[in-house]
Structure formats: C-alpha cells, structure tokens
C-alpha cells in the first residue's frame, strides 16, 4: 500500500471514482448532453452578463443566489404549474453538488441512502463519499417499479434518504406519480425524485407532488435539456425547512457570480433551448425505431437516451463502436449499452456503426 493511500479514509481505500471516458472521437453520445450548442444569441447575452459580473468579480457573489433561485422558481411554475418561490428553490454547481449537500445535510455516517438499480452511479458514490452506507434495491423484470412493491421495499429497510430517478439513468424509465407517493408514503426520511431528464418525459413532474410532503425533494439540472453542461448548475425544489437545512452544510458562496449570470442569461432563452428538446426527442425515436429493426431489444425511453442490448459481450460492441467513431457508455449492466440522442447526423452515424456488423444478435 502507497503511504498516500494508508492515509486515506477507510472507506475509500480500493475504490474507483466517477469517471465516463472523455474520450477525442468524432461522434460522443456518451454523457447524455443536449447535442445543440447554444445559439450566437444566447452566448452574446451571456457574454453580457458575465461581462458585468466581472466588473464585480473582487466582491463575493450573492450567497443566496436570490435572482437565480426567482428565476428557477418561475422556470418550474410555468412547467408545472405549481405555484414556487425563491424560499423553495436551492441552487448548486449542478445537480450532483445539490445532492452531496442533501446528503451531507440527512444522510452521514451511521446513515443509510437506497436507490433502485440499476441506477445513476453518482447516488451511490456521492452516499458512500459522504459516509452514507448505500443500499441498492432491486426493480422488477424490464427494470420496472410499481407502487406496492417500491413502497414495500423502502418500508423494510427505513432508510435515511431514498433516491428515485425518473426517468430514470440509465434505463430511460420513467415514474408514475404513485409509485413516488406510495414510496413517500412509507418512507421514514427523505424522498429525492432526481428530475435530471424531467423536460424529455411525458409523464407529469413530481413537483406536482411537493405541496404537503415536506419530506420530498425534487432535483433538477441545467445540464441536459437546457444545454448547459459545461455551467455546473443544479437545482431542487423543496420545502422551505429543507432548503434552510442546507444551508448549515453548504460552503459560503458556493455558486459563483459568473456561474450564477450564465444560468440567468440561459433561463431568459429558455423558450430557445427547450425548443431544442423536441428535436431532441425526434432522434431518440430514430434510435429506438432503427435499434429495434436490427433485432435488439430497446427499452422505452422518457429521457434523452436509450438503453439497448442484449449483447453477450456487451464490452465488445462498445469497442467496435468506438473502433469507427462513436463513443457510446458502457454503464456496467451486462449485456447492455446506453446511447445519447445527438444530432441527426451523429445518430445516423451511430446507426450506420451497429449496422456494421454490430448488430448483430450473438
Ligand atoms: C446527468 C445527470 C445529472 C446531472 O448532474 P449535473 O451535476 O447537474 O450535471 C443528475 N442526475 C442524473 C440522473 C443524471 O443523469
């Protein structure tokens, strides 16, 4: 053993961080990012922006993030139609900050998280980094969950902290509002609804859900549907009393003042880059219709990305798919790939790889 890595904490020891390939290749549909780069408009304005800000940059931001939190609030109110404010809004560097605080703030040492697997690795990663003892429960066949059995599950284990994922990453799934009341309804702690792909789904938000259920939290991103990966903004929607909680974990000033002028230039073209959505949207079902015809199985996707297999060796196709250009993600499921919708060229591309010999049913 390394003397850096005696040092470390127990807990830690051995393990792998997060890490999806970052790989030079012409086409990534890897991350799950929107393929749309933002618009000449939309980077004058936010150039703007961050130009005043700058003129401010030997002052610290505004710790509240007052404006951005308004601005989010409103976002969600007209989506949803759930009357919110700034009180019940919180902001981070991205979603994942959001959700290291939740559990910084209710799960910790002596503390148990759940999720559903297969799930989004970084619930289990930002648990364990948190000291938070992780729980992966199991779903039913096609990686369905139904009210009775999700809430008789989380009722067992009394958890600190239950993530739920909808739609869920990296299935495409998404939640019925049932199964996440019946889930809040046995659970003892926190419901976290991870929203990450809320604005490609069908299905009504869990937000809906917020009023009376103080105990439920809904996560959100910039970094998907809106185009805003490379910002690092993050955000929730919950009761005033757990927003408050957070801010006894949160580091001062958190959220940057050039951060916080880009999510604001970002939400005043909202309309523009949610118009990108639908096209979006488009190309997934190019992928899931063009999958299928090959003979694989695809699971019904809500969300920017389809999963699909059922290769033997689901480590070689994801090979000879980067062997002609495409990076696609391997997230660890045997026998399964996951696939970003891009632009229309960069899914005929990947289509034209699986065709390739790739597609074949081993
Ligand atoms: C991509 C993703 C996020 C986004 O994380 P950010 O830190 O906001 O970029 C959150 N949850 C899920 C399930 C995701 O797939």
């Given at each position: 053993m390394g003397e850096i890595e005696s040092l470390l904490r127990d807990d830690l020891r051995g393990r792998t961080p997060y890490g999806a390939p970052q790989l030079d290749v012409p086409v990534r549909l890897n991350t799950n990012e929107n393929p749309h780069a933002p618009s000449a408009a939309?980077?004058?304005d936010l150039a703007d922006r961050v130009v005043e800000a700058a003129?401010?940059?030997n002052r610290y931001p505004d710790r509240e993030a007052v404006a951005l939190r308004t601005g989010l609030a409103t976002y969600l109110s007209t989506t949803t139609g759930v009357e919110l404010g700034a009180r019940e809004?919180?902001?981070?560097?991205?979603s994942n900050e959001v959700i290291q605080q939740l559990l910084q703030a209710f799960g910790g040492p002596g503390r148990t998280a759940v999720g559903f697997d297969p799930t989004y690795s970084m619930h289990r990663l930002i648990s364990e980094a948190t000291g938070t003892r992780w729980l992966g429960l199991e779903r039913l066949a096609g990686f369905r969950l139904e009210p009775e059995q999700a809430a008789l599950v989380v009722r067992e284990h009394r958890p600190d902290v239950v993530f739920l994922c909808s739609p869920n990453n990296p299935t495409g799934t998404a939640l019925d509002l049932d199964v996440v009341e019946a889930v809040h309804d046995q659970a003892p702690g926190l419901v976290v609804v991870d929203e990450a792909y809320a604005e490609f789904a069908t299905r009504p938000s869990a937000v809906t859900l917020l009023d009376g259920r103080p105990r439920l939290v809904v996560t959100r991103t910039m970094s998907k549907a809106f185009a805003l990966a490379g910002a690092r903004v993050g955000y929730?929607?919950?009761d005033p009393d757990v927003v408050d909680a957070l801010h006894l974990v949160r580091l001062p000033y958190h959220l940057s003042a050039t951060t916080q002028a880009a999510?604001?230039?970002?939400?005043?073209?909202?309309?523009?880059?949610?118009?990108?959505v639908q096209t979006v949207k488009e190309q997934r079902d190019r992928l899931v219709d063009g999958l299928r015809a090959m003979g694989l199985e695809v699971v019904d996707s809500d969300a920017n990305f389809v999963l699909f297999g059922e290769f033997g060796d689901q480590r070689s196709t994801w090979q000879g798919l980067l062997d002609r250009g495409v990076l696609v993600r391997d997230v660890g499921l045997p026998g399964w790939l996951r696939v970003t919708a891009g632009t229309e060229d960069e899914v005929t591309a990947f289509l034209d790889a699986m065709r390739d010999g790739l597609g074949e049913v081993p």
């Open positions: 939309l980077v004058a003129r401010l940059l809004v919180w902001a981070a560097n991205g929730l929607a919950a999510a604001l230039a970002a939400l005043a073209h909202t309309d523009e880059l949610l118009a990108t």
